[in-house]
């Protein structure tokens, strides 16, 4: 631990005092948290992230790094798969932190997302504009302070104090988001999320997967079925179906831009998922996370097989690794 290097649950952390980079200067599949990289500032095709509120940006609209975090977690982002860079330790990172160590928080059942929901929004609220913002939960706030305990801020701090602090925090967070859900379950009628579980989790005849990938699967549907895709783990996705006319509609996507290892498009760029079906099949089109097959006057789409679009697929996706 020496050279700030260390492990909180499934996270990688590097911390370093006063640290502050550029983000290319960062190794590829970084996460650079509140300050490190002054401002909000993403390179999908490097996976290096900066997750920030402090320089290059409205502080009035920009929310907290907390904040930033969740909902790139939300979005697919893997946390697992990246190092993860802090140059202090204070609420909104010490919460960023928790939640990328712990994604799994935002997928169980019951009251542990929800409860983590209401963390972010009164830490990353009163990080994000100070004291004079009234946060809508003060008590929790309070309860949140308590649990975490950061010490006050002094000279001669060291990379191994700063590890400790953080360390402890988080595992203060993570107690704090248990205590908090297992109350919300007691209060909470019986059975409380089973319906939500249900909705998740009831097999449906209409999507079926039927060639799985490196990283990503192909799936085809009588629906638009790319939520359930997404709500069943499968951030990669292409969609197909089969027409009466003998042709067959796709969809290529990802779960958003924060996803890597998936290059979706647009077809005009080479390296691409798109450019490489456009290559083979002129008509092919979309953006950055999302597009699809040729659409023809008469209705027709794609004359691709989906065992030849998988191979296609496959084929970019494999030369990244």
Not at 131 to 160: I, K, N
Not at 164 to 174: E, H, I, Q, Y
Not at 192 to 220: C, K, N, Y
Not at 276 to 288: D, I
């Amino acid at each position: 631990m020496s050279d700030g290097s260390f492990r909180i649950g499934g996270a990688s952390i590097i911390v370093s005092l006063g640290m502050t980079v550029t983000l290319a200067e960062l190794p590829l599949r970084s996460i650079a948290l509140d300050g490190v990289v002054q401002g909000p500032e993403f390179d999908v095709e490097s996976q290096r992230f900066s997750f920030d509120h402090h320089g290059d940006c409205v502080r009035l609209v920009t929310s907290a790094t907390c904040r930033q975090v969740l909902d790139a977690i939300l979005l697919g982002l893997e946390p697992s798969e990246f190092t993860v860079y802090v140059n202090d330790v204070d609420a909104d990172t010490v919460l960023a932190v928790a939640l990328l160590a712990y994604p799994e928080w935002l997928v169980q059942d019951g009251a542990t997302p929800t409860m983590v929901r209401r963390l972010v929004e009164v830490v990353g609220s009163r990080d994000a504009h100070g004291p004079a913002y009234p946060v809508a939960d003060r008590a929790l706030l309070a309860r949140f302070a308590e649990a975490v305990a950061l010490p006050v801020r002094r000279s001669g701090v060291t990379v191994a104090k700063m590890a400790d602090d953080l360390t402890r925090g988080v595992a203060g967070v993570a107690a704090l988001v248990g205590d908090l859900a297992e109350a919300m379950d007691r209060e909470t009628r019986p059975g409380f999320g089973d319906e939500q579980r249900v909705a998740l989790d009831r097999p449906s005849s209409a999507f079926v997967v039927t060639h799985s990938g490196t990283g990503w699967a192909m799936a085809t549907s009588d629906v638009d079925a790319l939520d359930e895709g997404y709500a069943r783990g499968f951030h990669r996705l292409v969609m197909w179906r089969g027409l009466d006319d003998g042709s067959t509609a796709y969809t290529v996507a990802r779960r958003s831009d924060l996803v890597g290892g998936f290059p979706v498009g647009p077809a005009s760029r080479p390296g691409t998922i798109l450019a490489a079906l456009a290559a083979r099949e002129p008509g092919w089109g979309g953006g950055t996370s999302i597009g699809g097959a040729p659409r023809h006057p008469d209705g027709r789409r794609s004359a691709l097989s989906p065992s030849e679009v998988f191979h296609i697929v496959e084929g970019v996706v494999a030369a990244l690794r």
